[in-house]
Structure formats: C-alpha cells, structure tokens
C-alpha cells in the first residue's frame, strides 16, 4: 500500500472534517469535524515519516497533536456547555446575537 | 512775471495740481464734519487755489505757444517739438513698481512723471475753472444736504482724477485715474441714494450701479487696447507709443492688429463719452445731484474720453478712425432726436451732452482739423454745458426740486440772472456765430466737409451730413427748453409762486461760466486782431493750413494716420471752401432751429401735440429713447442674470453633487443609515460617501452572525486564494 | 536672531500650551495670552520683513535658513527658510491672526479650547510657510487640517458638522495624494530637501516609474497639483470652500480666505511647479485655462447667490484664479501679479468676511435680498464696505488691481500665444465681479431703509480695528506697490528661471 | 549537565512567565479569591521582570535552545511588545468597573498563559513548536474569550472562536503535514536550505516537479496566521468575539494576538523565503506569494473601513478597523523585503500604542455609560475632555495623520510599497485612509460637535493619566519616531 493511499484517506477525512463542521446543525458535530481535521493532519504526518524521512519528526507531532485535540475538545465542550445553559440549544445557527 | 517754462519748477506745481485737492479730500473725510461749515469752505479754497496754478500754467502755456517754441527748451529736442514736455525727460520722475534691485531699470517696471503739453494746458485749465465754479455752486445748491462734507470731499475727489488724468504721461496711470473717476461718479451718482428724505433713492442706487458697469465695459476694453500695444512696442508712454507706432507704421503700413487694438482702445471713449451703444448711462446719472451732472458732463467724465482720444490719436489706424466718425455722428443726431421729446429739464441738457460730444468723436474721427476742432469743442462745450447745467440746478432749486419743464414756464422775471446766463449758454450750444460754440462747431462741420473734399468715404459723408443735421436739432430742442422754462404763461401756479432767483455762490458761478461761454471760443481773437489766421487755440496745438504741424502736438511724430498734409492741399483751397460751405450751413441749421422752436413753443403756431400723433409710432420709439435700455436690459443683463443663476444650480447640483445619483439609488435601496443621509448629502463625500457605504452594506450581508457561513465563507476564500497561487 | 523663524512660528504653540493650563473660567486671561501670543509673532514677522534683503535670495536660496537633523531614519530635517514669496504669507498669516482674536471676542462658547486651536492653527499655517524640507512641510500641512475640523465643527453654523467633514475629506483626499507624491519624489531624489529637489529637477534627474500609464513626471506633478489645487481651490475642486466659508464663524472664514487659501498657492509655487518644470511647462496652458474657468465661473456663481457669504465665498473661488492664470503664463509679471494677487486677496477677502460677520452679528441672517438702506443707521461700516468691495473688484489704487494687472499683462505677453485668448475671457469675470459687488452693495445699503435695522448700531471700535488695518495694507500696497513687489520679485525672477528650464 | 542548563537560560523569560502563571494561580487560591486585584499587582511585577530580562537580551548574538527555541532580537521585540501590552491589558482589568474583581484570578492566569504561548511562538523555526504556541495561546483565549459565562455574548463569542480557531488550527495542522511531506522537515530554515537532491526533496526540488500541492500547503499555512491576524477572509470571526468577549480581552485579541500572529508570519516567510541561503526557486517563489499577500492586504483593508462605515457599536468599529490596520500591515509583509518587515515591525509599534489608547477609552466609557454604542458618545468630550482628547490623537493615529506615529507608521508601510513598486496597493491603501476618515471622525463628531447631553460621569483619574501617558506617547513618537526606529532597526529578522 503505497503513500498514495494514506493521502487520499487524509484528504478525504480533511474534506469530510469540513463537510461537516459547515453543514451539521448540531455544534458536536461540529466538534468532530474539526477533530477529523486534526486527525486528517495526523494520518499525513504518520504516513509521511513512515515512508520518506528518517527521524521521528512526523510522529512526535502527531502525539503532540492528539494532545492538542484533547485540550481543545475540553475547552471547547467547557463552552458549548456554557452556550447550552445560556441558549438552550446546540444549533450554532441559533447562536446568533453577535452580528451586524 | 515770468511766462517762460521752468521745468524744475513748473513740474513741483503742476504736481501741486493734483495734490491739493486731494489733500483737501483727505481732511475733509476724516475731519470734515467738525470744520465750521462742514469745511466747504476748504475745498473751494482749494480749488481755487489749483484754478490760479492751472491758469497761471495755462499762460506760461500760451506765451510759450506764441513765442513759437523752443523757450522753455532746454536741449533742441524740446526746441524742435516746440511747446511739450515731458517731466521724465526733466529728472522729474517716480519708480512704481519696483523701487530695488534690478528690476527698476527693466521694462518691466513703470517710472511715471506729468506730460504738460498744450492738449493737457487747456485741459487742466478748463477742469481747474470749471470745477472750481462747480464747488462754489455747491455752496449754494447743497446747503442742508446731510451728507454735505462727504459730498464735497467726493467731488473735489472726482476732480483730483480728472486733473491726474490730465497729467499723467503714460496710458496706466491715465487709466489708473480713469478708473478712480468711475469709482467717485458712482459715489456721487449714488450721492442721493442714502438719502432717505430723497424721494428718488432707489433710482439713484440703481443709477450709480449702472454708470460704473457701463463705463466698467468700456474701460475693460481700454485695459485689452493697451494691453495690445504694449505687448508690441513694451512701453506706456504716450510720447514713446506715438513715436513707435508712426516709426512702425512708416515702415511696415497698419497692421490688422493695430485696428483691433485701436478699436479696444475707443472702447474706452464709448464707456466714458457715453457714446453709442453705451450712452444708456449718462441719462440716468441724472440722479446724481446737480453740479454732480454738471461735472461729469462737462469738465470730468464724459471730457475724459474724448481726451483719451486726443492723446491716443496717432496710434489709431485709418479704419478706427472711420469706425470713431461714423460711431459719432451717429450719436449726435441720434440723441439729438430724443433731446426733442424729452421733458426734464435735465434729461434735455443730458442728451443734448451725448449729441454734442458725438460731434467731438465724430470730427476727430474726421482727422487733420478735425482733431483740433473736436477737442476745442470739448473745451468750449465744457464751459457753457457746465453753465447750462447749473442754471437748470438754479431753475430746478429756485422751483424747490421741479425738474419737469411742463410744469415751468414764466420764469424769466422770477429769476433773471439764470435766464440769462442760461440764454447765453443756449446760444452758444445751439451754434450761433459770435458765442463760443459757434467756432468750435462751426469747424467741426467743416471738418467734415475737408475729410469728404480730400477723399470721398462713407464715414466722412454720413457726418457731412448727420452733423449738421443734428446741429439743427441741437438749436430747436434748446429753444424750446428756453421757451418752456421762461417764457409763455406759467404752467404749475404753485411752482411760479415760489420760484425764487438763487444766493449768490450760485449765480456768480453761472455768470463766470456765462462768460466764458461767449468769450471762450473768442479768444481766438487776440494775437493778431481780426487776423483770421491764428487763435489761440491753434497756437496752443497747430496751424490749421499746415497739416503736417499737427505733429506738434505730438512731439514731432509725424503722424501716419490722417490724411492730407501740405502736400495735398499746397494753399489751402479746399480747407478755404470747406470753410466757407462750413460757415454757411452751420449758421443757417443754427438759424432754423431757432426759428422752428420759437414758431411752436412760443408763438405756439403749431401745437406740438398735432405732431406727435403725425409721427405716432416713430414719436414714441423716439420719446422711449429708442428702447435701447430695454433692449440691453433684456440682452445684457438678464442673460448674464439667468447664466448666474444656472451655473449656480449647476454648481450646487452638478458639480457638488456629480453622483449625487448613486446616491439617490442607493437611498432607494435604502442602503444609507440615517446619519448618513444627515452628514454627506452630496459633493465627493456624497460620491465616496455612498458608494463606501453601499459596499459596506453589502459586506454586511456577510456578517450573519452564523459561524458556520461564516467558515463555508472562509473556506471559499481560501480556495480562491488556492487557486489563484497555483494559477500565478 | 538665527532662530527667528523658529520662534515666530513656534510662539503660538507656547501660547497655546499657557492657555491648556489656564483654567476654564479665566476667559479674560485666555484672550489676553492669545493676544500676545499672536502680536509677538506678529512684530518680529514684521521686523523681519523690513530686515529681508530681496537681493540675498535673488539667485535662488533663502534667508534665516535653520538646518536641524530631525528623523534620522528617514533622513528627515528640519529645516527652515524664506525667500520673497514665502516672507509676505508669512507676514500676512502673523497680521490675519492677530486680527482675527480680537475679532473672536464675540465667541461665547468655550473659548479655551477656541483659542488653543487656534493658535495651533497659525502654527501649522506658518510651519508651511517656513518649510524646506517636504516632510516637515507636509507635517505642518496636515497639522492645519485638525484645528480646522474642530473650528469649523464646534463653532460654526448650522450644518458646521457636514462643513467640517467635507473640508476635512476634500484636504485629506488631496493629500494623500501629495503624500505618495512626496514618498516617490523621496525615492526619485533620494532626499526631502525642496532646494535640492529643485536643483535636481533642474539638472533633469527628477525620474522614476510610471503609474496609471502617466510618466513620472506628468503623475507626480498632477498628483501635487490637485493636492494643492483643492486647497486653492480650483474649479472643480472648489465645492468644498462655500460651505465651509458659510458654515465657519466670521474669524475663521476671515483666516480660511485669507490664508488658508494662499497656501494652495503657495505649495504650487514652492513645492509643485520647480521640481516638475517639464510637466509644468508641458500643461502651462491647462493649468492657464483652469484658472481662468475659475475667474469667470467662479464670478457669475457669485453673481447667482443670494447669500451674502456664499457670495463671497465664491469671489474667493474666481480671485484665486488668477494665482494659476499669472503663473501658468510662465512670465515674470505674471508670476509677478500671481504671488501679489495671493496677498491681496488675503487682505481683502477677509476684510470682506469681516464686513459679511459685522452684519451677520446685528441681523443673523445673510439674504442679501432682506437688507436694504443699511448706509443710514451705518456710515462707517458703508464706507469700509466700500472700500473693501472697490478692493476686491480690482479698483486702481488697491492692492488687488496691481494684481490682477500684471497678472493680465504677464498672460498677455506669455510665450504661449494662447495665453492672450484666456485673459480676453478672464476679463468678463472683471466685469461680473464689479456687477455682483455693486448689486450686492446695492441691495445691502441703499434704497428705502427696511424698518427694522433702523436702530442697528455702527460698527463698534473693536470691528473697526480689526477691518481698517487690512483696507490701509490695501490702500498702501495699490499706491505704493514696490514695498511688497520689491521684496518678491527677485525670488519670483529666480522662480521663473527655473520654470521656464530648457526653453 | 551544561548542556541542559545553559538553554534553560535562554528560556529564562518563558520559565519566569510559567511560573507567575502559576504563582498567580497558586495566589488566587490563597486569597480564597476574595479580592482579587492582588493578583494583577502580582502579574504586573512578574511582567516587569520578565521586560527588564527581555530588555537586557536586546543587541545578544542569537542563540537556539533545544534545536527548536531560536533565541534573537526579533523574538525578543515580540515578547517585549506582548509583555507591554499584556501589563496594560491587566492594567485594564484592573480598572475595568463592570468587572467584580472576586475569584477572577484565573483571568491573570489565563493572560500569562496566552503569553507564554505567544512567546514559543514568536521564537521559532520549527513548525511544531510554532504551532504548540499557537495553540496554547487559542486555548487561553478561547478562555478568555467566554470569561464572563454568565453572558450570553460573552458565550457566544467564546462558541464562534473556539468553532472558527480549532477549524484554522486545524487547516493550519493540515497544511504543515503537507510542507513535512513534501520537504521531509519541520524546520524552515532546512525546508528552505535544502537543495532538492535529497529524498524526500527540499521545497526547492518540489517546486519545480508538483507545484500544486506545496501551493496547497502555504495555503492552508498562511490560513492559520490569517486567522490570528484576521485577515480576510479568515476574519469573519473578529467583530463577533471583539464584540462579545470583555473589552480587556478584545484589546488583549487586538494587540498582542494579533502581534503574534504577524510575528509567526514574518518568522515563516523570513525563514523560509529570505534566509541568507535559500534556494534561488525558492526566493522567487517567495515573491508570488508576496502577490497573493499584496492581494489580500488590498481586500482587508478595504473591506474593514468599508464594513467600519456604518458600525454603532465602538466595540465592533474598532475590531474593523483592526482588521483594515492588518491589511496595511500586509503591505509591509507583501513587498517581502527586509526593509518592508521593518516597516511592519514599526507599524504593529504604532499600532500598539494608538489600539491600546483606543480600546482603553472604549473600556472608560463603558465603564461610565456601560454602553459601547457611538450614539452614547454625544457631548462626552465636554464632560471628560482629557480622555477625549486623547482618544482624538488616537483617532488621528488611526488615521494616519501628523503629527502622531500612526502617520509616520504608514508612511514607512506606503514608502515600501512604493519602493517595491505595488503602486497600485499603496493607491489602494491611501484611498482606504480617506475612507477611514469617515467613521474615525464619526467619533470625534460624537465627542466634540454634539451637544453634550446632562449628567456627569465618574472619574477615574489613573486611568485616565495612563491614557493621557499613551496619547503623549503617540504625539511623540510621531515627531520623533528615531528612538522607536532604532528598537526595530535592532530587532530585525533579516
């Protein structure tokens, strides 16, 4: 399986990541997406060290990553969570005070 | 005393001319309402005072004249151009403009001195005199008047200009002075327009504009006309002027451009001289107080014009000339046809003033003679015109402010000093031999009998016979005045009863003009008694049977523009016939006129009224003054009126408000915050303004508030910029 | 004395900084500062008009010259100077502002802020004058544009916000352009120095890119030229200057018109036309005809209002028009004529704001139709209108008819034979500014008194003061002109050498 | 044992920085968050500290921590702006009076770690490190963003961010996988170094053979700094968050974000397109990117005054006009030349000083009216002239006009352009200043030409005296801008 696949794969979760955080109305499923565009980066990152380049520059960023995405999600649910008691919804089109 | 010419000397004097009047009018605008008698007293002193220089000048003048030149010279150049100076000449001279540096000697700078020649001499005298009566006059007539000082300050003012007009030796200073004379007859004009107790102020308000525009006209075309000339021969002075163009001329023929100049510069002389087309103004100065009409018709303004000519003579080419006669006999006998239906008193001595000085450009027009006949005519017209006015003031404050002539009549006995000084003048105006007018206008007819003797033209045939014509009309519209004033049954019981002669300051006035208007065209006489070769004023300017002295008054340029000299007419015989012709006809126009007024207003033979209703249309179109005022008003002054008022919308609209149209859509699509509509409503900022803020409000629709537009929005940009770094 | 332009323009600022600490109330004191902190710089301009030697700068250069390093980083210095045609502004600016605080005194309506701007004002307006280095001149240019916003918007009329804003954007949108000009000329030149931008300029070294598909030369000079000309202003940049005349309070009309106008002018002269001589002499006769649009367009507007200011304030508009006809025709007595007209306007125009504030402030309104008779109840103010109307119409023996004189005589004998066409229009706008000025005479003071300005008083001894001094500098420079031509024409001589390069 | 101290003195700043965050942290706890103002006085000291170490460093040969912390007076300019602006930001949540200043320590704490993620981030070649500090500041702002959570605004600010800051994070990630990919290196000076013989190919190799996915990749990387500088169209989040987050937080997004996000942008393509020995393919390459910034800086700034124009909310103007003021700055970016960094550098000087004045008279007046919206401002000139005063030279700054830096600023951003001859972009961006005028001078309309309405409002006189100490400084910085010229003289990259 050549490093064609992997790209393809990462790119279309990227594609999937953005699908989704345009289109779900539901802000979790926003959520996931950005999660798959992390993820999409981090399948890049993993199958580019794994088959050119010596090192483990591409690994160790992808752990670094997975952290990132753990400290997001918490920050980031923390204040939907927040959003939730103060709107009483999870449709981020209905979170709409803040415009012209 | 001593007559000779000292320049030195003479020239601190002539400059004393000036000078002391104004000084006068200096004191008297600021501290003139505390002197005792508001301080006439001062400027008439004044007055006379610079009168005396001017006479004893204007005798200096004389002998020099008759001692044939060259006295007072003091190298052969003034020798040979005989009786002229000019104070430059003499050290006697003033930097201008620039006063440092190098710029003084350049030409660019302007070193003004006097030019005293005999045109000036007789000039300046004739001012000195005649202003002088005018102030003594006032004395009398303005007494009561609440601006009394400022009046006086404002017409020895008026005088100042014209005796600094005189005298200055360049065409800058002359319009300089020129143009301060327009200045002081608008104020004077306007004199009564703050007056509240004046039942005709607003008359006079819009009199004074219209005399100052007017004249503004003419005056702009002067500045064009020696523009013109200065841009090819570089200097101002009327003595370089004359030298150069005759030089140029000799050698290269009048040029197309020196017509064009030439008819600028009688542009001028319309304005000022009231002559056709741009007369409309002197009628309505009237408005003007009395010896305020009596200046400007006779000593100042109108004279100033026809003195420009003088001066400019030589530099204008044949067809200004021709252009000069016909617009001249055009005026004389076209306003001498409204001097007939006219009835105020004043309005008569108004047009009869247009006509004459029509007479003046017109036999200056004519050339040779006629240039020293027209100007004599100005001298002698000065005085019994100003005579003439001021008996009518006389009439007019002996009939407490009537100036109606229907309403007169009878007024012989009431006030006898005026009738006759105003009969006196009356003759002399109407040309009847032995007073004054008779010779100036005697010659003026003649002159243009000579131009058609020497060279058969339109021009000079129009004159020969529109002179004489008007003369006659001259001679019947003056009787009749005469007639209607004084004699016959008084008209208006009212206005007779209180008629009453006038205090002395007023009737001494009139008497000293009075005389001067039988002896001022006879001093002819002395030199060589009954000599008919010779007077005085000949002397003063040139010989008459010798054409090429003209160039006398010239500073010996020999002029290239008049016709003749004595190459053509060796013996004067055609002048001799031209004389004679001349002689006959202006005594026997003289003689009908006369005659025709006594037949219907005195002996009331024909009842004017039957001939008014004969003339019907033509009559009226004549008594409306041929409805040129109407005319101009609706040409001139309303189109410049409605262009204002369009560029102003245009200014406002268009150029303030170029898209003020986007605007207007935009508002429509009520796009624009209502501060917004407050705060720019046009112009640039309007332009900027709305288109900005209707882009704004479009970016606004971005805005939603939605974060994930606000992504899909984000994302499409990023694309975009994808694209367009792959693309490059 | 080495410093004396230093201190002239820097005075003010003392004086404004003495009245920010001045408390609010002392309003007395507050005038009493302003008085002196304009009349000091006002006696040692003085002074140093007299003290001038024209022949000094007659081969180019300037007088009083100071030369500071100020921002390194750029290169920029801070340095100063005058020549014959920056020395009479600067004149001129001390005279108007120092009339103009007495004439302020009827302002009731937080005087220490008014008179701290204005202040501030006067040293902008000098600060341009005195600059020789384009940065500090365009420092100082923009610093006028504030205090301006803040009189006009705070203290003026009705619509004094819209005035403001538009006179502010209609600046600032000239000068921005002048600032890319500047930068590029910077870039051209490699310095900030005018004189050695003149210099360069006429040793053809002045190059750079092309924008816009115009050549540099041609864009830098019309890039400066519209920021000059807006400030001039010049049809059809002028829009701006009506409302801002009507909006403004009297004084600061009387320093807009006066002043404020001049500098437009002023930069032309200084900063645009030597450094651009090729382009200069390349759109000469563009330059002649927009000057002369503005003298007939700008006097039959004029003749169209029925407002006083506005009237005057488009007088303004035709008057200036003449700075560009005169230079434009690239001879010396029309540049001549042009740096006097710029005086004499300065004088007489804002005399005629003053007349217009004198019976603004007795009637509060300005149709000129709802007056009539006024030269009964107000001799004097009649007479000074006068006079101040004769000036502004160019009557002989006023400074202005020397003016427009040699302005119409210098374009008459300009090289460029077209030149001779433009100035037989230009004088129908003599013409039409003599009708409006007379009709407005006309129905202002005479005819039938209207009841109710019957009992009006005259002008009052503080009115007095601050108009008769600008009449008499009328008076005394149309009667004897060589005081001020003296004084500029070697540097205008000088000035026209360098226009007229390489013909 | 040397060899980890000796880098550990390199990262004194950061250390310290860590340890006020958690000093402060540890602090809070201690009060039992009673009052907690003493934990600003506490951040400020720290701040103090940290700036007389930074200041010390200014001039130091560059040094590398660790392979990945490079260490010079660039990275240094940054901190040293970051802790300036951080210590008035504290500043102003001290004095902010709609806050009550109980149990928010955490505020502190969040400010110092947002810094210490600036910090990483601005002295950096390595991508991952880069990106660690960029994200550990979002996360401090996300925090920071939604501080208030009893607000609704304040919520949905801190929703919008974290939404629009995980996606560009995300994107950004993206984006550096691919640069690893193709270029085999996470450092850009080796990204840039690289020849393209070896395997995989340095980014020279790979712009000669597949071109499109290395556009991809910068792409995606210029997205992240975009977003932190909001610059369009990754800006859409700024007037929203600007709006809702408290105003110290928006000026902290204002200025020192911001600032961030304009140094990482500067490092990236410092490094990688103007080192001392990169690729010539490289370098040219370099330049059409400059393109594509030129571009954007042109839409930014245009759409920020155009979208400033009809603003009511001073709030909301202000976050506009700082999304124009980063399109000016990109004209600075885009010429890609040393001279232009400089440039840039100079104007985020300028703009520290007239944004902070600016936001701090927005966070007075809130306070005093406890409204943000452009009508409240009617007559507040005349009832407290001095902020006023000041905020009309900042308005001027803004602006751009003498005698204040923002000219001088512009001046060094417009002279650059021209220089590297975008003509078209400085004409742009100077028809953007007229357009500025409007709604700058809206303000100052409101201020000074309305009439004041009744009432009085409270004073409070430091704060004041600190916005008077900031227009004092814009006025004289703006005629004398030598001494702040030589700083960024000193601090350059290249």
């Not at chain 2, 208007?517 to 002819?524: A, K, P, R, S, V």
């Not at chain 4, 944004?355 to 401002?377: K, M, P, Q, R």
Request: charged share 10%; net charge neutral; aromatic share 14%.
């Amino acid at each position: 399986m050549g490093l064609g696949a992997y790209i393809a794969v990462s790119a279309a979760l990227f594609a999937l990541g953005v699908v989704a955080i345009v289109v779900r109305r539901n802000i979790l499923y926003v959520l996931f997406g950005i999660e798959m565009i992390l993820n999409a980066a981090n399948i890049n990152f993993v199958a580019f060290n794994r088959f050119n380049g010596d090192g483990l520059d591409g690994r160790m960023f992808a752990i670094f990553v997975i952290i990132l995405a753990a400290a997001e999600a918490a920050v980031a649910l923390a204040i939907v969570l927040n959003v939730y008691h103060l709107f009483n919804t999870t449709k981020p089109a209905e979170v709409d005070l803040l415009r012209e | 005393m001593d007559l000779t010419f000292h320049p030195e000397s003479d020239f601190k004097l002539l400059l004393a001319v000036p000078l002391i009047p104004l000084c006068g009018y200096l004191l008297q605008i600021f501290f003139g309402r505390f002197l005792p008698r508001k301080g006439d007293w001062l400027l008439t002193g004044g007055m006379f005072a610079t009168m005396c220089i001017t006479l004893y000048m204007f005798a200096k003048a004389m002998n020099h004249a008759y001692s044939g030149g060259g006295h007072g010279g003091h190298d052969e150049h003034e020798a040979l151009i005989g009786f002229f100076h000019e104070s430059r000449h003499t050290g006697f001279k003033w930097s201008w403009l620039f006063q440092t540096g190098e710029a003084p000697d350049s030409v660019r700078n302007l070193t003004i001195g006097l030019l005293y020649d005999g045109l000036g001499a007789a000039m300046l005298a004739v001012v000195g005199v005649v202003s002088f009566f005018v102030h003594l006059f006032s004395m009398g007539y303005m007494q009561g008047d609440r601006r009394y000082h400022i009046f006086f300050a404002n017409i020895s003012l008026f005088t100042v200009a014209m005796l600094g007009l005189v005298l200055s030796d360049n065409i800058v200073f002359l319009f300089i002075f020129w143009e301060i004379m327009g200045l002081m007859s608008y104020l004077l004009i306007g004199h009564l327009a703050q007056d509240p107790t004046s039942h005709r102020i607003n008359h006079a308000a819009r009199a004074c504009k219209k005399a100052f525009l007017t004249t503004r006209v003419g005056d702009v075309c002067l500045f064009i006309g020696f523009m013109m000339f200065f841009l090819h021969y570089e200097t101002f002075f009327f003595s370089e002027l004359w030298a150069q163009v005759n030089a140029d001329v000799a050698l290269n023929g009048w040029q197309s451009w020196h017509t064009t100049a030439g008819l600028f510069l009688f542009g001028g002389t319309v304005g000022k001289s009231a002559q056709f087309p741009l007369h409309i103004w002197l009628p309505d100065a009237m408005e003007g107080p009395t010896p305020v009409s009596a200046m400007i018709h006779a000593a100042t303004m109108v004279a100033a014009g026809v003195f420009l000519l003088g001066r400019l003579y030589p530099v204008l080419s044949p067809e200004v000339l021709g252009v000069v006669t016909v617009t001249g006999a055009t005026t004389a006998i076209f306003a001498a046809t409204i001097g007939m239906t006219v009835f105020d008193i004043k309005g008569v001595l108004a047009y009869s003033t247009i006509s004459q000085l029509g007479f003046m450009v017109a036999a200056i027009g004519c050339g040779g003679v006629g240039l020293v006949a027209g100007l004599w005519h100005m001298v002698t017209h000065a005085f019994f015109k100003a005579c003439l006015f001021l008996s009518a003031g006389s009439v007019i404050h002996g009939c407490h402010h009537e100036q109606d002539m229907r309403k007169m009549g009878g007024l012989r006995k009431k006030m006898p000093i005026t009738f006759a000084c105003m009969l006196i003048c009356t003759l002399a105006i109407s040309g009847v031999p032995l007073f004054s007018g008779f010779y100036s206008k005697d010659k003026i007819v003649m002159a243009s009998f000579l131009s058609l003797g020497h060279e058969f033209n339109g021009p000079a045939l129009w004159a020969s016979i529109a002179l004489p014509a008007a003369a006659a009309i001259t001679a019947f519209y003056m009787f009749r005045l005469i007639f209607m004033t004084f004699f016959g049954a008084p008209r208006d019981s009212h206005v007779h009863e209180h008629a009453h002669e006038s205090p002395w300051p007023m009737t001494v006035s009139l008497m000293g003009l009075a005389f001067l208007g039988i002896f001022g065209g006879h001093l002819w006489l002395n030199g060589d008694l009954l000599g008919a070769h010779g007077t005085w004023w000949e002397k003063l300017v040139m010989n008459e049977h010798n054409l090429a002295d003209l160039s006398k008054m010239y500073g010996g340029v020999e002029l290239q523009n008049t016709y003749g000299g004595a190459a053509m007419d060796p013996h004067g015989h055609v002048a001799h016939s031209a004389h004679i012709w001349a002689l006959g006809v202006s005594s026997f126009v003289a003689a009908l006129g006369i005659f025709a007024a006594w037949l219907i207003y005195h002996k009331k033979k024909i009842d004017p009224a039957r001939i008014t209703a004969r003339l019907g249309g033509l009559y009226t179109t004549v008594a409306n003054k041929y409805y040129i005022d109407e005319f101009v008003e609706i040409t001139v002054i309303k189109s410049s009126v409605v262009t204002a008022r369009f560029l102003r919308w245009f200014d406002e609209n268009i150029i303030d408000g170029c898209v003020l149209l986007v605007g207007r859509i935009n508002r429509t699509l009520g796009f624009i915050a209502a501060w917004f509509d407050k705060t720019f409503v046009d112009g640039l900022v309007n332009f900027l303004g709305t288109l900005s803020n209707a882009m704004g409000s479009a970016l606004r629709l971005l805005q939603t508030g939605r974060i994930q537009q606000y992504i899909s929005f984000a994302v499409a940009g990023g694309l975009l910029a994808a694209a367009w770094l792959i693309l490059s | 004395m080495e410093h004396i332009l230093s201190w002239i323009t820097f005075i003010p600022l003392i004086g404004m900084t003495a009245i920010i600490c001045l408390p609010k109330q002392s309003v007395g004191l507050i005038k009493r500062v302003s008085l002196v902190a304009t009349g000091i710089p006002l006696i040692l301009a003085t002074w140093l008009y007299f003290q001038f030697d024209p022949q000094s700068v007659a081969g180019g250069g300037f007088a009083f010259e100071e030369h500071i390093p100020w921002i390194k980083g750029i290169s920029a210095n801070y340095s100063v100077g005058v020549d014959g045609i920056s020395l009479p502004l600067i004149w001129l600016t001390c005279i108007l502002l120092f009339l103009g605080v007495p004439a302020s005194f009827g302002i009731k309506k937080s005087e220490k802020a008014y008179y701290a701007l204005l202040l501030l004002l006067e040293v902008g307006i000098l600060g341009v004058f005195i600059s020789l280095d384009y940065f500090l001149f365009y420092v100082f240019w923009e610093i006028m544009l504030l205090p301006m916003y803040f009189l006009i918007g705070i203290w003026g009329g009705p619509r004094r916000e819209y005035a403001a804003i538009k006179f502010f954007l209609y600046t600032l949108a000239g000068s921005v352009l002048m600032l890319i000009a500047i930068i590029s000329l910077r870039l051209g030149t490699g310095t900030f120095s005018i004189p050695e931008m003149v210099n360069m300029a006429q040793a053809g070294l002045v190059v750079g890119p092309e924008f816009i598909g115009l050549d540099y030369s041609t864009w830098v000079f019309w890039f400066l030229f519209v920021g000059f000309a807006i400030k001039i202003p010049v049809f059809p940049f002028h829009t701006w200057l009506p409302d801002a005349h009507v909006q403004a309070p009297t004084p600061i009309s009387v320093i807009l018109a006066g002043i404020l106008l001049k500098l437009g002018g002023y930069g032309l002269m200084r900063g645009c036309f030597p450094i651009m001589p090729v382009a200069f002499q390349e759109n000469a006769y563009a330059l002649g005809i927009l000057g002369v649009i503005s003298i007939v367009y700008g006097s039959f507007v004029a003749l169209g209002q029925t407002d006083f200011k506005r009237m005057v304030a488009y007088s303004s508009v035709s008057h200036m028009g003449y700075v560009l006809l005169g230079t434009g025709a690239l001879t010396v007595w029309g540049t001549d004529g042009a740096a006097m007209q710029m005086f004499a306007h300065g004088t007489s125009s804002a005399a005629m704001f003053m007349v217009v504030g004198v019976i603004y402030d007795r009637a509060h309104h300005r149709d000129l139709n709802g007056f009539g008779g006024l030269c009964q109840p107000m001799p004097i103010y009649w007479g000074l209108t006068t006079i101040c109307f004769f000036a502004a119409l160019g009557l002989p023996t006023m400074s202005g008819f020397i003016a427009e004189a040699l302005t119409l005589l210098g374009a008459f004998q300009a090289g460029d034979p077209r030149f001779q066409v433009l100035v037989l229009i230009s004088v129908i706008g003599i013409v039409i500014t003599a009708a409006f000025l007379l009709w407005a005479i006309q129905r202002v003071f005479f005819g039938s008194l209207n009841e109710k300005y019957k009992d009006y008083p005259d002008m009052t001894p503080r009115e007095i003061f601050c108009m008769a001094p600008l009449l008499f500098l009328c008076l005394l420079f149309g009667v004897f002109p060589h005081i001020l031509l003296d004084v500029m024409e070697p540097s205008v001589q000088h000035l026209v050498t360098l226009l007229s390069v390489g013909k | 044992m040397d060899a980890y101290i000796e880098p550990l003195k390199a990262l004194a700043p950061e250390l310290l920085l860590t340890a006020a965050a958690l000093g402060a942290l540890v602090l809070d706890l201690l009060m039992r968050g009673r009052d907690s103002r003493f934990v600003g006085y506490f951040t400020l000291v720290s701040l103090a500290i940290v700036a007389i170490i930074l200041m010390n460093r200014i001039g130091d040969e560059p040094t590398a921590a660790f392979g990945m912390v490079v260490v010079d007076n660039f990275g240094t300019f940054f901190k040293l702006f970051t802790v300036a602006s951080l210590a008035v930001v504290t500043i102003f949540v001290l004095s902010d009076r709609n806050e009550s200043h109980h149990h928010i320590g955490e505020y502190y704490f969040l400010l110092l770690g947002a810094a210490i993620g600036i910090f990483f981030m601005v002295s950096t070649n390595h991508l991952l490190l880069l990106m660690l500090g960029l994200e550990l500041l979002s996360l401090a702002s996300y925090a920071l963003a939604g501080f208030h959570k009893g607000e609704r605004k304040s919520a949905e600010a801190a929703m919008k961010y974290v939404v629009f800051g995980g996606l560009s994070a995300g994107v950004m990630l993206y984006g550096i996988s691919l640069l690893y990919g193709l270029t085999g290196t996470l450092d850009l000076v080796e990204m840039a170094k690289s020849t393209g013989e070896a395997m995989p190919a340095g980014l020279a190799g790979q712009l000669t053979t597949s071109a499109v996915p290395v556009a991809l990749a910068m792409v995606l990387v210029l997205a992240g700094f975009a977003y932190k500088m909001s610059v369009v169209p990754f800006h859409f989040w700024t007037p929203d968050v600007y709006e809702g987050a408290p105003t110290p937080v928006t000026t902290f997004l204002a200025v020192a974000s911001k600032a961030a996000g304009v140094a990482a942008l500067l490092r990236f393509l410092g490094a990688l397109f103007l080192g001392p020995d990169v690729q010539s393919v490289v370098a040219e390459y370099g330049a059409s990117v400059g393109q594509l910034l030129a571009i954007l800086a042109a839409v930014t700034m245009t759409l920020g005054n155009l979208s400033a124009m009809r603003q009511t909310s001073l709030k909301r103007l202000l976050a506009y006009s700082s999304i124009a003021h980063a399109g000016y700055i990109l004209i600075g970016v885009a010429t890609m030349t040393g001279a232009g960094f400089e440039a840039a550098m100079f104007y985020m000087a300028a703009y520290y000083f007239m944004n902070l004045g600016a936001f701090g008279f927005v966070l007075y007046f809130e306070g005093t009216l406890g409204s943000d919206s452009i009508e409240a401002l009617k007559g507040y000139g005349f009832k407290a002239p001095l902020i006023s005063i000041a905020m009309v030279t900042f308005l001027v700054s803004l602006t751009g006009l003498p005698p204040t830096i923002g000219f001088y600023g512009k001046y060094l951003l417009f002279k650059e352009g021209l220089d590297a001859g975008m003509y078209w972009l400085v004409g742009v961006a100077a028809l953007n200043s007229v357009v500025s005028l409007f709604y700058y001078f809206r303000i100052a309309k409101m201020l000074f030409l309305k009439e004041p309405a009744s009432g009085s409002v409270p004073r409070q006189p430091l704060f004041a005296g600190l916005l008077a100490v900031l227009c004092v400084l814009t006025i004289y910085f703006g005629l004398l801008p030598d001494a702040i010229q030589e700083f960024v003289r000193n601090c350059l990259l290249i």
